[in-house]
């Protein structure tokens, strides 16, 4: 009888069998209970959902006290406003309820925030980086969003959250609400004459009318400051800001009206405005002191896609020649660089600073 060779092993079935391996090892084991990566996926995805659930929540929480504030706000006028018997203290009551709204608003956008800030962390980090090679999530967004679930922290501060909820819905409210009031004192119980008796007409109780327009501007006026001055606060990248660079739209914005053919003087002026309009993250700048700075540099500009440049130092101590990296990043991007470093050499030095502007390619373009 004819002898029968062996089987022999293809590099497929090689290929084959590693895959399955890799597909059957756990991932995760806790007290004797094992998840391999299909489970694994599978829990990932039922979290994302619970989040985006638990987001929309208090996303409805945002409207109601929103709703809250315009039907309290069309209550006091049409009250002000159907009888000139009524008196406008229903208006100036409305504008302290409303921003007792705005505050309650502000407090619950933080919670908000957070719950984005997750849901956001695994779009762009984990299924954002599948759908483009290496087909990996980014480095370090299971730590990321680890710590955030240990250690819970708001990503945005309160003068951030009242100053977005004023642009965005209250401002439109105490413009209506400051219109109405002086329509009231305007009209009733009959046109007024003159300023002075438009000031007159203002008078509450005790309260002289100069004072009480001068508290409604004060009021006003401090409400409307802090609410456009917190205008370049980026603390959380939300839904719909980038997380780091500028913010497109109001650059576009600024394009649109920018005059090619103007003086210099206009010039200097437009880009004075230009620096307003196109607001950024805060850039840092990193210096890497490392005993294997290619093996750094490598991983930074392979991970993060940020350039590096090496200056040459020596160390005074010990009297040792060494490479030192320079980096400029955003904040978004420091927690990943430090990663980074420690994951090549963790005795490195690494010095994290503020830089007042960078400019160039991955940053604002360099103007002439």
């Not at 294997?292 to 590096?308: D, F, N, S, W």
């Amino acid at each position: 009888m004819p002898k029968t060779k062996p089987a022999t092993a293809t590099p497929s079935s090689h290929a084959d069998n590693s895959a399955a391996r890799d597909a059957s090892e756990p991932v995760w084991k806790f007290r004797g209970y094992e998840m391999r990566p299909a489970e694994f996926n599978t829990a990932m995805v039922h979290y994302y959902r619970a989040e985006i659930q638990r987001s929309n929540v208090w996303r409805q929480r945002l409207d109601n006290t929103t709703n809250w504030a315009v039907i309290t706000a069309g209550a006091g006028i049409s009250f002000s406003l159907s009888d000139p018997s009524h008196h406008y203290a229903a208006i100036i009551l409305n504008t302290l309820l409303v921003t007792i709204f705005l505050w309650i608003e502000a407090r619950r956008y933080r919670y908000y925030e957070l719950w984005a800030h997750r849901t956001r962390l695994m779009e762009t980090d984990f299924f954002g980086n599948m759908l483009v090679p290496p087909f990996a999530p980014r480095p370090n967004w299971a730590e990321d969003l680890s710590e955030s679930l240990q250690t819970p922290e708001y990503p945005i501060s309160m003068w951030e959250a009242f100053g977005r909820r004023f642009r965005r819905n209250y401002m439109w409210i105490y413009l209506v609400l400051g219109l109405a009031w002086v329509f009231k004192c305007v009209i009733h119980p009959h046109p007024t004459s003159s300023f002075e008796e438009f000031i007159a007409r203002l008078a509450l109780g005790p309260l002289s009318g100069r004072f009480i327009f001068i508290a409604g501007l004060v009021f006003n006026g401090i409400l409307f400051i802090i609410g456009l001055g917190t205008a370049g606060l980026q603390q959380a990248s939300g839904e719909v800001l980038p997380r780091s660079g500028e913010i497109p739209i109001l650059s576009r914005i600024w394009e649109a009206l920018e005059v090619k053919d103007a003086a210099a003087q206009g010039a200097a002026i437009r880009r004075d405005f230009a620096r307003i309009w196109r607001r950024r993250r805060q850039q840092l700048l990193c210096i890497i002191i490392s005993s294997q700075p290619q093996a750094v540099a490598q991983k930074i500009m392979t991970e993060l896609k940020r350039g590096v440049t090496g200056l040459h130092g020596q160390g005074m101590h010990a009297q040792q020649e060494r490479e030192v990296l320079v980096v400029a990043t955003t904040v978004n991007e420091v927690k990943a660089l430090k990663a980074a470093v420690r994951a090549e050499d963790p005795r490195a030095f690494v010095i994290v600073m503020p830089a007042q502007e960078v400019l160039g390619h991955g940053f604002q373009p360099l103007e002439a």
